[in-house]
Every structure is written in C-alpha cells, then in structure tokens.
C-alpha cells in the first residue's frame, strides 16, 4: 500500500523555481493497477521517483506499506527497492553487456540467493514472458520488445509489492505494446502498479484507475474496473523451486509460509517459496558480477590493459636503457679516474719525511705516503712446478702489452679499484699482489677477451679465477730469454716472485688498468732492494718513479691545491679532479634530462591512460543508476569497481613483468656489445656484474602505475557510485 499526502517537488534552478509536483494526495492499494496519465512536463515521471525514492521530495509525506518514508536514508531505500519496489522502463535500462539470464537474476545474488537455484527460477520466469531459450544472449543483441520483457522478468524475480511502470510502451510500436501490457497485466494480482503513460486508450483498456495530472496537480482520479486479485499466486509459484525438505528447512519454511505445514514432509521433495533476505553488502555478489563486466567489457578493458602495459614499458625500457648505458659510463669513469688521490712532485729528497708529517696534519687528508711507479719488462707465471711466460695477444684494453707495476695505498679504501676485486682479497702480506684479470688470461693463459679467437683454444682452460689466487708471478728486472734453457730454477735465481691475492674485474671495455700490477709499498721496496743486493744491478734508481701521494677524506671538500703547493713549496696535481667535477655536473644534468624524459612519458602516458579509464567510467554511469534502481548498495558498486580494477591490476603486473623480462633479457644481450662479449667466460666471470635489471625501479614503476590505475578508476566511479539514482541515469 502506498499512500501520499500533500506532496510537493520543486527544482531550483538560478533563473527561476520549477515546481514539478503540488499538493499531491493519493492512495494505492493492492491489486490496483494505476494509469497516471498527462501530457509532457505534468510531473508524471517525477511522481514515480518520489515514491520509489531515486528523487527526494520537497514537502509532503509518503508511506511505503504504513511505513513514512522520512525515516528511509539511502540504504534503507536500496533495500525497498530491491525487496518491494520494482521498476520498469520506458528504455529498459538492461545492462548490456550481461546476458539475459545474468540481467535477470541480478537482484537475486545481489541478496545473496544460490546462483543455481536463480537461475532456475530466472528460466522459469523467461519462458513465462516469452523469452525461453535466449538465456545466454547479450542484452545488446536483443530487439525493443524482447529487452521489455527481460526488464518485467527482472522486476517480477524479486516479487514485488509495488511495480513502477515509467512509458513502458513508450519506445515499442503499438502491437508490441499491446503485448507488454497484456504481460504487465499477467503479474498485476496482489501487488500496486502504478503506470506513467501518455497512451490513454492503453491506459483504460488495461487500468483499473486513471489518474490525471496537470501541473503537477491532480485533476482527477477515477476508478475505471474492479481492482485485481489480492493474491500472487501465479508469481509465488513461478519464483518457487523444487528441493528435499530436511527439518531445519521445515522449520525455516514453515515459520516464514505458516500455511505450507501441512504441506511439507521432512525426506521428499516440495517446491518450496524462494527465501531472500537483502544484504547491503554482499562480496559474493560483487565479485561475481565484476569478474562478468570484466569479461564481457573485454574489449575496453583490453584497451585500458594495453594502454598501461605499453606505458609502462615504455618507462621502463628508457630507465633499463639509461641507467645501464650512464652508469657504465659513470662507472668506466670511475675506475679509470683515481681522482681521490694526489701526486706531489718537485721536492727535494731528503724533504720527504717533513713533507709526508705536513700532509698527515691536514685536516681533511686521510693518508700520506710514498708511490711507485716501474715498467716491467719480463715475467713468469708459476703455480707449483710448471710455468708460463709473457705472449702476445690483441686484447680490447690498452695498457696490457705494458705492464706496469705501481703501490697500493696503507689505507684499502684508499684503493679506488678495491670494489673490483672480483676473486681473492687485498693484499695482506708485503709480497702480494693484485693483477687484472685480462692480464692474466690474455697474457699467460692466451685467452682473448674477443670470442672468435677461442674457438680453436686449446691451452690450459680456467674454471674459476680462485685459481689464480695464490700463483705465483715472477717479476723480473731485465729479460732473462737470453738463457739458453729457462727453467723454474732459472726463473727464481734471476727474478722476484710475488704471490697473486686478488684478481681485478675486467668485464669492462675501455678500462685503462689491465695492465697494471698492485703491490704494497713494503713489497715494491724489497723488490728495487732485491734487484740492488742479489740480482747486481747497478743503476736500480733509474727503473722506477717516486711520488708522494696523499688521499683525502672527502673529495667534495677536498684541499686547496694551489695554497698547499705555496705552503710547502712543492707542485701537487689531481690530474682527475678537474674532469671529476665536470662528470658530477655533467650527472646532475643528466639526471635533470633523465628525469625530464621520465615526466614527459608519464604525462604523456598517463593522460592517454586516464582519458581512457574515464571514459569507460562515464559510460557505465547509466549502469550505475541501474544498480541503484534495483538494490545494489553504494558500498557494493564501489567495491564492483575495486575488483574489476584488481582483475586489471593483475593483468598489468603480470603482462608488464613478462613484457619487462622480455626487454631486459633483449637488452642485456645488446648490453654486451657494449662492454665485452666475454660469454665464453661465463664459467670464469660469472654474470655481466655491471647490468643491472634494475628491479627495484621497476617495481616501484609498475606498483606507481598500479596505484595510478586505481585512482583514476576509482575516483570517478566512487563519485558515481554517490550519485543519486536518478542523476545517473539521466547521465547515462
């Protein structure tokens, strides 16, 4: 029963007030079917959003079953409309990318009704308007009449005792909606309808009172036939399904149906009245119905997976790109450039100790110390009784047919290659040394760091360079290949030996340190010495130069070489300092340039992206007010929303990440060219240490993206999920 009392409805609007209702006072009782009639702008359709709530009234009051609708808020509207108040349209208002049968039980699983047992009832309810067969169809696919009787299925599911009929003939020709009132007339027992229309012969053929507006005023209400049966047999029967009674389902059956007792037997079966009890919100429900939006929008929501996917790639694929081929850069620089330590020159010699205390007294200096510097001519690499000599082979890096031997800083972090000791350790003893790993393999093992000239290798092969590590190298003052039989003993009685405890990283190419070989200053000492005292040679001064070196603690801060040099009256230089400081400006606009180059794609990327998730949001706003119309509660459409984005989330991680691997896989084999192609040292070298899958960046790319999808899915479809039923469908 409905009853309206003094009902008013006025839109504001800055140029004038509308009223669209006025002083409206009318009552419906069960078994009426009502025929508003009244020509366009009489407030008809108005009076139809009052009463089912998806348009608040001005003044006035409702009642909904004794009911005042005063106390209803939002939800507690949702759920009349999904327990007691059903709709039809004069567009239908179908979703269209759900089947049939899915656009029909969409009230049921909303309440959280057993999807099988709604679907059979939904059949059942098909087949009684005409539709049997055509369950799995798109809506999209159906004609203006076969769309009607879906939405008067729909409406019928949830038994309702009021049905709102807003031009439901109003889009179909005349025969058709004939047809539909006949069907409208069919389900009219036991329940209010209250049909707007504009077809007055309709309206008294099929109407048991005719109300007139005008104006938003009543004037006038007749009764046109006798009300209708007060009794839903026909749709309690059709929303009824087969099912063995067990004594929990009596008892739950028999205290909701009092006059099914008798009926009901506990071990057979009955058909038993559908029971729905409304959840506000129902996960089940949700996850259900997006998982099928999902799917059945694949189309947009392929574009908006793509859209991401190819964005984020692209993002990616320029921070892979850049961050390898700078910091290579950078760190080819690096190691190349020991600009932490300063050489001074032009000193007398017998100033060396007062120069090294005025040094160490500096307060940003962190060592001081002497520096050698000796080209060697001739060497042997021993391990137990067997020994190699020198040979000569092309290699990538200058530096290895001159090898030079220089000191190591007291201090190990001093040592700018410290971090490249890639097997072994720091030298801990006077004669330990560290050598390049090209040098060696190139050198004495005739392994070329250019693949092709291995295919034919046959000499000694190394598994690891941990092999290295603890050989001996000869170190000899002036060849020795005048002998006429060089043996291990030749070797030891003529040259120095020094043990290998490190092996330096040559996985680089462009590097300018293969051919140097590191010892600490005690151990060079005992070489020039041993060359002077056992080897008898005369002019040992002459085969190496002397520095003094010091290191500072912070190089940013450094020291003030010019006043330092006055000072002390000695010339000190930095020979790197001056390029380091340009590489630091030169990172930092790269950096700018990086980052410039990073915001551009995002915003480029990122307005394609949202320009394209809007606008799938904005075409399911009509859906939205659907939901509204038949129950869902606001919480639920957000949450629809949630999971759909979630659907689409994973897809993107996923498809990123397998698109993300691919590149990086493609690009680490571009990547070698770029330093050295040592694949066949694999087993020697391990992994390219200088690529750097950048990961970490990578995921805070595609969680950023992720993040970003979400925001702008779920901002806009939160705010459509607020609006007013009404408002929504209009939108849409």
């Not at 003529?494 to 590097?511: A, D, M, R, T, W």
């Not at 300092?577 to 551009?600: C, D, G, H, K, W």
């Amino acid at each position: 029963m409905i009853e309206v009392r003094d009902l008013e409805k006025t839109y504001y609007t800055k140029e004038r007030d509308f009223v669209a209702l006025k002083n409206v006072n009318l009552t419906f009782e069960p078994g009426e079917f009502v025929a508003i009639l009244g020509e366009s702008g009489s407030g008809k359709t108005t009076f139809l959003n009052m009463i089912s709530g998806v348009d608040l009234k001005t003044k006035g009051e409702i009642l909904i079953n004794e009911q005042s609708v005063d106390k209803f808020n939002d939800a507690k509207w949702r759920e009349t409309r999904n327990t007691d108040i059903g709709f039809i349209f004069q567009r239908f208002n179908l979703i269209d990318h759900l089947t049939v049968i899915e656009n029909v039980v969409l009230p049921l699983i909303l309440t959280g009704s057993d999807n099988a047992i709604s679907r059979e009832i939904a059949e059942g309810l098909l087949t009684e308007v005409g539709l049997e067969g055509i369950g799995d169809k798109l809506a999209s696919e159906l004609s203006g009449g076969q769309r009607q009787r879906v939405a008067i299925a729909r409406t019928i599911i949830i038994n309702p005792s009021i049905i709102l009929a807003d031009e439901p003939t109003g889009a179909l020709d005349s025969t058709t909606a004939k047809d539909i009132l006949s069907l409208i007339q069919k389900f009219a027992d036991g329940r209010v309808i209250i049909m707007v229309t504009h077809d007055e012969d309709l309206a008294y053929k099929n109407a048991t009172r005719v109300v007139r507006l005008h104006d938003g005023e009543v004037i006038s209400d007749e009764t046109i036939k006798e009300k209708n049966s007060t009794s839903r047999d026909l749709t309690n029967r059709l929303l009824s399904y087969e099912t063995k009674i067990t004594k929990r389902l009596r008892k739950r059956l028999i205290k909701q149906f009092p006059y099914l007792e008798e009926e009901l037997v506990v071990g057979e079966k009955h058909f038993v009245p559908l029971n729905r009890k409304y959840i506000a919100n129902n996960p089940v429900f949700t996850r259900k119905i997006a998982r099928e939006n999902y799917k059945q929008k694949l189309k947009i929501n392929r574009r908006i997976l793509w859209s991401f996917v190819i964005s984020i790639s692209m993002l990616l694929l320029v921070n892979l790109v850049m961050t390898n081929i700078t910091q290579y850069n950078f760190n080819l620089f690096d190691i190349n450039n020991n600009y932490y330590q300063y050489l001074v020159s032009d000193y007398e010699e017998d100033a060396k100790v007062t120069l090294l205390t005025s040094f160490e007294a500096e307060g940003n200096i962190d060592e001081a110390s002497l520096y050698y510097e000796h080209y060697v001519q001739e060497m042997y690499l021993a391990n137990n009784s067997d020994f190699l000599t020198l040979e000569t082979l092309n290699s990538y890096n200058k530096g290895i047919s001159s090898p030079k031997m220089v000191t190591l800083p007291l201090n190990k972090d001093n040592f700018n290659l410290n971090d490249q000791i890639i097997a072994g350790n720091y030298p801990v003893a006077d004669n330990e040394i560290i050598v390049s790993s090209e040098f060696i393999l190139a050198r004495f093992f005739e392994y070329s760091m250019v693949k092709e000239d291995n295919i034919d290798y046959d000499g000694i092969t190394i598994d690891t360079l941990n092999q290295v590590v603890g050989m001996s190298l000869y170190v000899c003052g002036e060849t020795i290949t005048d002998v006429e039989e060089i043996s291990l003993v030749v070797i030891e009685n003529n040259c120095s030996e020094f043990i290998i405890s490190g092996v330096l990283n040559s996985y680089y190419k462009g590097i300018n340190y293969v051919g140097n070989i590191y010892t600490p200053i005690p151990g060079f000492k005992d070489y020039i010495e041993d060359l002077r005292m056992n080897k008898g040679f005369t002019r040992v001064d002459e085969y190496y130069d002397t520095y003094i070196s010091f290191y500072v603690k912070d190089l940013d801060t450094g020291v003030d070489i010019q006043a330092l040099s006055d000072q002390l009256d000695v010339e000190i230089n930095n020979y790197h300092l001056r390029e380091y400081q340009e590489m630091q400006t030169l990172e930092v606009m790269l950096n700018f340039m990086y980052i410039a180059i990073f915001v551009s794609l995002i915003i480029i990327s990122g307005t394609i992206d949202i320009n394209i998730v809007t606008s799938s949001v904005q075409t399911r706003i009509k859906e939205i007010g659907i939901y509204s119309c038949i129950g869902v509660s606001k919480k639920s459409i957000r949450n629809m929303f949630v999971f759909e984005t979630v659907e689409t989330a994973l897809r993107i991680v996923l498809y990123t990440s397998l698109t993300y691997l691919i590149m990086a896989l493609s690009f680490k084999w571009l990547y070698k060219y770029v330093v050295v192609d040592l694949t066949v040292f694999e087993n020697v070298f391990g992994s390219n240490i200088m690529f750097s899958y950048e990961i970490l960046d990578s995921i805070y790319v595609i969680g950023g993206a992720v993040l970003f999808l979400f925001f702008s899915v779920l901002i806009p479809s939160f705010k459509a999920a607020n609006m007013r039923a009404i408002d929504a469908l209009r939108s849409g």
